[in-house]
């Protein structure tokens, strides 16, 4: 296993509501990270075919017709889009953990799949509970979902998807497994509105979002690659968000890198700034942080506190022996 490495966390703005397009945008972005030497590359959430923040700002019946849209530009885990993408990871030789909308049959999910440097998906999960109004578009992920990493030539590559980031119990589990190397998957978000305009809750921005991503880096003890979205002014009247005061357009992006005690390791961005923000890390540095508090070691009281995990997921049917 390589110790050291270069990781990058994508800041873009999505193909928004376009399947093909969103395919052609991942494989140039998976294409420029291969060229910059990055070993393992994080997307943000629903990065295919972007986050629709309509759902949060319009009512059902304002869009419907949108969402229409959304669930026919949905990606299938096994299909022409996938294998492209798949293909692409294979030539450029990375690590890449997708987040995506994911349509199997005619249900959404909200995905993550870590393709292997050979082009494999290694691991699918999806969101274990979408939150809020998310849950009108998207389905649960079930108990198969609750593995979150994976080994790579690159160390034991983790994920989650936005508000499991404020899960205790999926983090603890995450932890348990090893992680070493965690992409946080966001949609973009955005700061603080006036509360004269606009009462938001705090834990709905941008700053709130990063600061969870990066207690998961000092509580777990790993690298974490903050992945997000970002939106221009032009898509507004495509995504049905003109006059909407909690976006800010452009904007969006907060992406960050992470070390395994929290430390920021990159210089923060433009919230509306597009590309592959990069940082060189040693996995060995995980002792550093360690060998002060292991959450799942020598810092637990498993005697006193512990997790129960049900690993078995649910189905919609089964079939009985006669």
């Given at each position: 296993m390589t110790q050291k490495i270069r990781v990058g966390a994508v800041q873009a703005e999505?193909?928004?509501?376009?399947?093909?397009?969103?395919?052609d945008k991942t494989i140039e972005l998976i294409q420029q990270a291969s060229r910059d030497g990055v070993n393992v590359l994080g997307f943000p959430e629903v990065w295919i075919p972007g986050y629709p923040w309509i759902i949060w700002t319009r009512?059902?019946?304002?869009s419907t017709e949108l969402m229409h849209d959304y669930m026919a530009n949905s990606m299938s885990r096994t299909s022409p889009e996938m294998a492209?993408?798949?293909a692409a990871v294979r030539e450029a030789g990375i690590f890449v953990v997708l987040g995506y909308s994911e349509r199997d049959g005619a249900s959404l999910y909200i995905a993550q799949s870590f393709i292997s440097t050979e082009g494999k998906i290694v691991h699918h999960r999806r969101k274990?509970?979408?939150?809020?109004?998310?849950?009108?578009?998207?389905?649960?992920?079930?108990?198969?979902?609750?593995?979150?990493?994976?080994?790579?030539p690159f160390g034991k590559v983790g994920g989650l998807n936005c508000w499991e980031h404020l899960q205790p119990l999926l983090r603890y589990y995450e932890y348990c497994q090893g992680v070493q190397v965690h992409v946080a998957s966001w949609p973009p978000m955005f700061p603080l509105p006036d509360p004269k305009e606009l009462k938001w809750p705090y834990h709905e921005t941008a700053e709130a979002s990063l600061r969870a991503s990066q207690f998961l880096a000092i509580e777990g003890q790993?690298?974490?690659?903050?992945?997000?979205?970002?939106?221009?002014e032009g898509n507004l009247e495509k995504l049905n968000l003109l006059g909407v005061k909690v976006i800010?357009?452009?904007?969006?992006?907060?992406?960050m890198i992470f070390g395994p005690d929290g430390k920021k390791l990159c210089e923060p961005w433009p919230a509306g700034k597009e590309g592959i923000m990069q940082a060189d890390i040693d996995l060995r540095d995980i002792d550093y942080a360690k060998g002060l508090i292991d959450?799942?070691?020598?810092?637990s009281r498993p005697d006193l506190l512990s997790l129960l995990v049900n690993p078995k997921a649910a189905q919609t049917y089964q079939l009985m022996d006669s």
């Open positions: 999505p193909a928004w509501i376009d399947l093909q397009g969103g395919v009512s059902v019946v304002e492209r993408i798949c274990i509970k979408p939150t809020h109004v998310e849950r009108s578009i998207w389905g649960d992920g079930q108990a198969d979902s609750l593995k979150s990493v994976v080994d790579t790993s690298f974490v690659i903050l992945s997000t979205q970002v939106i221009t800010q357009a452009p904007g969006g992006g907060f992406s959450t799942v070691g020598h810092y």
